[in-house]
């Protein structure tokens, strides 16, 4: 299971990569579907949830926020199966392999993405580097004898066309290789636009990136709503959604154990999707390439 050499090249050169026409028309009409049956669960974030610096190119109208809900993957039966299916499709999984190893594992939780017409993108973000110039461990691309490795791949699953100048996700090629960090006026979209790209995508296409590549989302411009779904994997000895607790300071051992009344829900969730996987896939090679239960604390941001 190997993926073709101009993808390799490509995505080493880039940082990201396109991948046309995964999803049918059927596999999108049934996830917008879906969509639609769960639109008033949507939460936009507006005021302090908002993302972007006020007055700048990324800002949109500089009032309507993007919109996202997380918790496909355990919608009914009916509705979830196309978002499971993204675990291991057989279009993606040589690509997830590809680029983090055999054994890749979901990381934290995948969401949906919704912009009406005028709402904010979102600061570039990402990269090998922090602010300050100092390497950051969590988020890092190598290439080592001819294989790709990724700390964190994001897997965005296009679900409406995006057209030159509608905006969505944007990403700065090659910036997963980059050896000094971000000008905070580039983040923001005030400087350096030219070196900010918006790929074209189609319904159906998912687009591939290395969270160490800089990227982030340009206000959306078009009439219709845009909609994603992005899920972000990790090779099988990494986590990185755990980080999310160490915001707010490290748990103490009694609320690390707390978490523990999940363990019974991820199980069923780990098993309902193994027994939904796509033909060719056997539960022991489904649990080998996605194994959902072993990063508890992802669950949980
Ligand atoms: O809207 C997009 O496509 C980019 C989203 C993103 O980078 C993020 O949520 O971290």
Redesign the pocket.
């Known amino acids: 299971m190997s993926i073709p050499d101009i993808d390799r090249f490509n995505f080493d050169l880039n940082g990201f990569i396109v991948l046309r026409g995964v999803l049918s028309e059927s596999e999108v009409a049934a996830a917008n579907k879906a969509i639609d049956e769960n639109q008033h669960q949507l939460a936009e974030r507006k005021g302090a949830l908002r993302n972007t610096k006020s007055n700048t190119p990324l800002s949109g109208d500089g009032s309507t926020g993007r919109r996202d809900l997380s918790g496909m993957l355990g919608w009914p039966e009916g509705q979830r199966e196309v978002f499971r299916n993204i675990l291991a499709h057989p279009r993606l999984v040589p690509y997830y392999t590809a680029l983090l190893g055999a054994g890749y594992r979901m990381d934290h939780l995948p969401l949906l ?1 919704t912009s009406e017409t005028g709402a904010e993108g ?1 600061s570039l ?1 990402g990269g090998p580097l922090g602010g300050d110039g100092s390497f950051n461990p969590t988020l890092q691309y190598r290439c080592v004898g001819g294989q790709m490795w990724n700390t964190l791949l ?1 897997v ?1 699953v296009v679900l409406v066309d995006h057209n030159e100048g509608d905006g ?2 944007c990403v700065v090629r090659g910036s997963h290789k980059l050896n000094f960090p971000v000008p905070p006026d580039m983040a923001t979209g005030e400087a350096l636009s030219e070196n900010v790209f918006q790929p074209v995508t189609r319904a159906g296409d998912v687009v591939l990136f290395s969270e160490a590549t800089v ?3 340009l206000p959306w411009t078009a009439d219709r709503q845009r909609r ?1 779904a ?1 899920y972000r994997f990790a090779p099988p000895t990494m986590a990185y959604g755990r980080q999310a607790f160490m915001h707010q300071g490290p748990l103490s051992h009694t609320q690390v154990l707390g978490q523990f009344h999940l363990l019974p829900l991820v199980f069923d969730m780990c098993l309902s999707i193994v027994t939904s996987l796509p033909t060719g896939h056997t539960p022991l090679h489904g649990l080998n390439q996605c194994s959902m239960a072993a990063p508890l604390s992802s669950w949980l941001c």
């Open positions: 993405i979102f973000h994001a965005s969505g996700f990227h982030g989302a994603i992005l």
